[in-house]
């Protein structure tokens, strides 16, 4: 990857493999390069230099590389790796859809800013952070350790979806999808704000 002042964005941008289907960055362990001047902001986007990265099938490109490793982000190619930060999430789920499946299971499909979709279940786990609010700030999984943060009006929509159910001996609140129960919290402690 070209770094910062060697091709700029678009040099960076070259440097990345294009394949169809997402590219294979588990199985890359490249040698670390440095950090880039590049964050994902808390709503999602990504800018360069400080400069918001306008064009988003350039994000998509750099968001289809993006690799977790522990607490640090990395943007990776087969013999790259590049630091960037990360405010909260790297993806924001700002769509989503609720439908039943043959089973008649509910189902939550999600849509990021860059365009994933994954319909949360097995694999993709819904959880729910506390808030120094005292609110809950909920999250997709997306892939590879990698999570969105829910838009505040979609967890209005799951909240309208919720029910409650016995979860080892407690009354929780919580969201089905995919046949499986994602907890908010304590239906008790919800009881209290209604």
Known sequence: ???AGQGGLEGI???????????PVERWNPPFCGDLDMRIAADGTWYYQKTPIGRLPLVKLFASVLKKEGDKYFLVTPVEKVGLTVDDAPFLAVEMTAARDDQDRQMLTFR??????VTAGPGHALRFEPEVT????????????LWA???????YDLVALGEERDIGGKRMFG?????????????DSLREFA
């Open 1 to 3: 990857m070209a770094k």
């Open 13 to 23: 941008a070259a440097a990345l493999p294009r394949a169809k289907g997402p590219p």
């Open 112 to 117: 990021t800013n860059v365009d994933d979709e």
């Open 134 to 145: 005292g609110g809950l700030k909920p999250y997709v999984h997306v892939r590879r350790d």
């Open 149 to 155: 943060k829910v838009t505040r009006a979609l967890f």
């Open 175 to 187: 969201v089905a999808s995919g046949g499986e129960f994602f907890a908010m919290a304590e239906a």
